[in-house]
């Protein structure tokens, strides 16, 4: 199964709303990371946190990690319909071989 | 700077055809990886080389050999196609093994009839 699992599965909101996607993870981890794919492309890394950190900022995004909840999530403020796209996080762990990816969110941003 | 550069961008394969797909990068990455992505799966680790000279396995290695050619080059090979090997295929590298961020390729999506 995967490591990490995304919530939701699927979000539709209007230009200028924020957009909040949650990831959850089930073992301990080194750090999480967010990314973003454009239908038919590559994914595209957007954020690295630390499981000795926090809260990130990125320009308009904003990843909260709660290592004791095994939770994380991310925060698209003001979004824009260029944000549209599947969004996923990804667990490196402590011990084990791999970046474990979860399935995704598919974000709509309606302009 | 190309990043990582996957050939080819499509492929048609015939059951019991073989294939590479070929992967470079040009940043210098220690670690590189192959992943398969499927409908409803997310993506998953099919092999990774850690550093130049070792690979290992994934979590769906079956059906797939790889060779890391150089600390550029990284490929996958298909012996014998079958049609669960549909899917689209992505290459990464990162700088160190899983501490740092992945570049990803754009994807070869293979079918096979």
């Known amino acids: 199964s995967q490591q990490g699992e995304e919530d939701p599965q699927a979000l539709s909101i209007q230009e200028g709303e924020n957009a909040t996607m949650n990831c959850s993870y089930k073992?301990?981890?080194?750090?999480l990371q967010w990314y973003r794919q454009n239908s038919g492309r590559g994914l595209v890394h957007l954020i690295l946190?630390?499981?000795?950190?926090r809260e990130k900022h990125s320009g308009r995004l904003r990843v909260t990690l709660d290592t004791s909840k095994k939770s994380s999530s991310l925060l698209i403020t003001a979004s824009r319909a260029a944000d549209t796209a599947s969004y996923f996080c990804?667990?490196?762990?402590?011990?084990?071989?791999?970046?474990?990816f979860g399935e995704g969110t598919q974000l709509t941003v309606n302009p | 700077n190309a990043g990582v550069t996957q050939t080819p961008k499509f492929q048609v394969l015939k059951t019991g055809q073989s294939m590479t797909l070929q992967c470079a990068q040009d940043?210098?990455?220690?670690?590189m990886y192959w992943y398969r992505q499927d409908p409803g799966m997310g993506l998953r680790l099919i092999y990774y080389?850690?550093?130049?000279?070792?690979?290992d396995k994934g979590e769906v290695p079956n059906g797939y050999n790889v060779s890391r050619l150089n600390k550029r080059e990284f490929s996958l090979r298909l012996e014998s196609a079958a049609p669960s090997q549909t899917s689209v295929y992505f290459c990464?590298?990162?700088?160190?093994?899983?501490?740092?961020?992945?570049?990803f390729g754009q994807g070869t999506r293979l079918t096979v009839v």
């Open positions: 990464a590298s990162s700088a160190l093994f899983r501490e740092t961020e992945a570049f």
């Open positions: 073992t301990s981890i080194n750090n």
């Open positions: 946190i630390r499981s000795n950190e």
């Open positions: 990804a667990t490196g762990k402590t011990s084990g071989s791999r970046l474990t």
């Open positions: 940043m210098n990455h220690n670690s």
């Open positions: 080389s850690a550093s130049e000279g070792t690979t």
